[in-house]
């Protein structure tokens, strides 16, 4: 795997290589994933890590690191609407740090302010409601967070 231990903020610097890409949108109880291709530049939602377990989580992680082998990570950055942090902020930085040192893979923070009421509108607008969206909310949120980093100018391999 490429050496890249590191937590990025600033992700408009560089290139990101080519490869597959995961993204996390990170919360207490789960974490949802979705997954792309630098050449492709689609995000699709891929599972949600339904844990508060830590070592389960990255033990599940894992599972999905070995599969896809991504050349990049990202992590969603929340922040208040006005883009002060909050205590999720520092979580999310934290599961950032983490999953940088545990796979030494380069990680990129996502200001992630509405992915999570985009996914919500997503999901409503495709029939899915209430109770029923649980289970699939943080993986379009992740796919949201994925989605814009690949629509941004530097995404490109």
Known sequence: MP???????????????????????FGTKRIGVAVGNTAVKVAHPLVTVDS???ERRFALIGQLIQTWQPVLLIVGLPLHSDG??????????????????????KVIMKDERYTSE???ATLREAGVT??????VLDQIAAQQILQSFFDEPHATA
């Open 3 to 25: 050496n890249h231990s590191q937590v990025n903020e600033n992700h408009s610097l560089e290139q990101p290589q080519a490869g597959a890409v995961l993204a996390f949108d």
């Open 130 to 135: 209430g109770k029923k969206q649980k289970a």
């Open 118 to 120: 985009i996914a919500s």
């Open 84 to 105: 002060t942090a909050h205590e999720l902020t520092q979580l999310s930085q934290r599961f950032a740090r983490r999953l940088s040192g545990r796979f030494n893979i």
């Open 52 to 54: 508060e377990v830590t």
